[in-house]
């Protein structure tokens, strides 16, 4: 029964999380699909392209600030270009991708020369500028307004290729279209890049690439702008200056890198700098010949992804803490990150924008929710247990509603008990009406100190507080604020007492403190429930609190909250006592003051009993009477030193037995 009622709590409180998270997912679903924030995702994978080393073949000959100072202005009479491209074919370059349009005539010697050059090289691939027709799910060219170069010379290249690297909307240059078709018939021109590409690989097929539906391919850039490929200038191919060994074999590619030319754009990988169109080029040709191929993610996936995200945080959240659900939507992102960047590694492109839109959306829902929630239940709580308990219970059990469950844990704990001396007494001498004002004052600042030092106040017995540490919640130090608090009410104490709170009257207290495994939980029926502890530890406590009569001593500890506090606390080692109920004996101690507070007199104080009791324990009777009576000398008032003095009187005439421990017997409570 108790396990089914537990899944159905589950239930409920996961079912409007997963409500709000499907929706949000369903919502970013509809969002990425309509194409909203494409740009940002983008932008997004942008920062997955990783620096990696592009195919050894290609080399850039660079048309650059450099070759134009020392070649001549631009344009560049025709038989320069021919004479590099002689030499680069002289040289034995597999393929030479000539980026330059030569669109009008020069003269007929240039022309002519140029033209010759290209045929004689065989090899050579020059571009072609189309004017693009976008249209809803097709790339198409205007032949008529194509800029190509004169027909001497295109008819003297091997083959011809676009050179359009049309932007992205940002104004990013991230795919080619690798194909475009002329509508009137006018045939299929493929890329510049692909063509070279072809030209020094016949396996590199069109078909095989990842294509969008406007035939564009993403390009794989290898590196940044100026110095991912293997670069010389143009003027230093001119010159001669460049070893055939540096050109033998390799994919040429002859472009402009001068700024000045206008011919440079910004890729994902320009990090604020512009890349040149050669360059583009060069990496088309790189991801064709190297087929690192780069696909954006299964749309199917895409939507499973979101639903995922939704549906996991909507039900992980609830169960949670805040802290460990915001943990959770961190780690969720931080995976969806790793994964983002191993499906680039291996060439598919993963979202990461509407990912972190739906987890970031999810999580502030569910919050939202959470909120809503809990304080409908706070305040129902409040209003159903604020009639019975204390508010510094129901403030806990707001905290942690766990906490309403019937029965109890074991855990190592810090109970204290308080009582008034000679309160019978004092009772009978005082008029009901004041002795009720007397007790209220008293019982409301003891009540705000145990919580100031944050602990739980069990109840009133009478005139006496209860109070434990370490419970709903973890303190480690749980001892110590026990100890702070003990001294924190003798203190107040004594300010009361001067302050004439109570009239004529003084109030004088007694406190015992033990730290040991007990039970805490709720105790009680459906009626009436009660936070309590309960065990052996709790019952020591309250006789350490009965014998501080016995010795005169404002606070009593056991040896097992001593060694918890770690010498924050100076105290006296009083006796050894076997208290009503227990067999084995306990060492009791006196807590004296904070040891960074405690004066000489007191340590004195405290060394000078100590040996007294060591003196006794050790059968020593006759040193540890005449230690007594000289401190009794000093302080008349002291009865731990008389008690002490008086059993070791005792002892000097009537011996205790060979098996004798030290132990006081106590039979009272």
């Excluded at 959770?328 to 994964?339: E, Y």
């Excluded at 680039?344 to 919050?367: E, H, K, M, N, S």
């Excluded at 008349?636 to 004798?660: C, M, N, V």
């Amino acid at each position: 029964m108790k396990r089914k009622t537990l899944s159905k709590n589950v239930v409920n409180s996961v079912k409007r999380p997963l409500i709000i998270g499907l929706s949000v997912a369903l919502f970013g679903v509809l969002a990425m699909l309509s194409g909203a924030l494409s740009s940002w995702s983008h932008r997004a994978t942008d920062r997955l392209f990783l620096n990696a080393e592009p195919d050894p073949s290609i080399l850039v000959v660079a048309i650059d600030d450099a070759s134009i100072a020392r070649l001549g202005r631009w344009p560049w009479d025709r038989s320069v270009h021919a004479d590099i491209i002689r030499k680069l074919s002289s040289a034995g370059a597999r393929v030479i991708g000539y980026d330059v349009n030569f669109p009008e005539p020069q003269d007929a010697e240039n022309d002519n020369e140029l033209a010759a050059a290209i045929i004689k090289a065989g090899n050579v691939v020059l571009p072609t500028e189309l004017e693009l027709i976008r249209e809803p799910f097709s790339l198409t060219y205007d032949q008529e307004r194509t800029l190509k170069s004169i027909s001497t010379i295109a008819s003297a290249a091997k083959r011809t290729g676009h050179s359009n690297t049309p932007p992205d909307e940002d104004g990013i240059v991230r795919r080619i279209p690798i194909r475009v078709e002329d509508p009137d018939g006018g045939g299929v021109i493929h890329a510049f890049g692909y063509e070279i590409a072809k030209l020094a690989d016949s396996s590199v097929d069109v078909n095989e690439a990842p294509r969008d539906r406007f035939d564009q391919i993403i390009i794989h850039y290898p590196g940044p702008p100026l110095t991912t490929f293997e670069t010389v200038s143009a003027a230093d191919v001119f010159q001669g200056n460049v070893q055939s060994e540096s050109v033998k074999g390799k994919v040429v590619i002859v472009g402009s890198t001068a700024p000045d030319l206008h011919d440079e754009q910004l890729v994902p990988t320009s990090a604020g700098t512009p890349m040149s169109g050669v360059e583009v080029h060069a990496s088309l040709a790189n991801t064709l010949i190297t087929r690192s191929w780069l696909r954006p993610a299964p749309t199917w996936l895409s939507i499973l992804t979101l639903i995922f995200i939704g549906l996991i945080l909507g039900f992980i959240s609830p169960l949670v803490r805040a802290r460990w659900s915001a943990l959770a939507v961190f780690a969720l992102f931080l995976c969806i990150l790793a994964m983002s960047f191993v499906a680039f590694d291996q060439g598919i492109i993963v979202d990461i924008v509407w990912p972190a839109i739906v987890l970031i959306f999810v999580y502030a829902g569910v919050t939202l929710e959470r909120r809503i929630t809990a304080e409908y239940d706070r305040r129902k709580l409040k209003s159903l247990f604020s009639r019975y308990v204390s508010p510094s219970i129901v403030e806990t059990i707001l905290e942690n509603p766990s906490a309403l469950n019937l029965g109890g844990e074991r855990k190592r704990m810090t109970v204290f008990f308080s009582d008034i001396r000679d309160f019978t007494s004092l009772s009978e001498s005082v008029e009901p009406e004041d002795l009720v004002a007397y007790l209220n004052a008293y019982l409301d600042r003891m009540t705000d100190i145990v919580f100031k030092h944050e602990g739980v106040l069990d109840k009133y017995i009478g005139d006496a507080v209860m109070a434990f540490w370490n419970a709903p919640f973890d303190q480690n130090d749980h001892a110590l604020r026990a100890v702070k608090n003990a001294l924190d009410m003798r203190e107040s104490l004594k300010k009361m007492n001067a302050d004439k709170v109570f009239g004529t009257h003084e109030f004088r207290i007694g406190m015992g403190i033990n730290t040991g495994d007990m039970i805490v939980g709720n105790t009680g029926g459906s009626v009436h429930t009660d936070y309590t502890v309960l065990g052996d530890s709790v019952n020591l406590a309250s006789r350490l609190e009965s014998l501080t009569k016995e010795y005169g001593v404002d606070i009593l500890i056991s040896q097992s909250t001593l060694d918890e506090l770690g010498g924050a606390v100076l105290a006296r080692r009083l006796d050894k006592v076997a208290v009503k109920g227990k067999n084995e004996p306990i060492t009791i101690y006196e807590v004296v003051a904070f040891m960074d507070q405690a004066t000489m007199e007191q340590k004195e104080y405290v060394r000078a009993y100590e040996g007294a009791l060591d003196d006794y324990y050790g059968r020593r009777f006759e040193a540890a009477a005449e230690k007594c009576r000289a401190m009794l000398a000093e302080h008349p008032q002291d009865r731990s030193y008389k008690t002490l003095s008086e059993r070791a009187e005792s002892f000097i005439a009537h011996p205790p037995a060979d098996d004798w421990d030290g132990r006081w017997v106590y039979t009272k409570k």
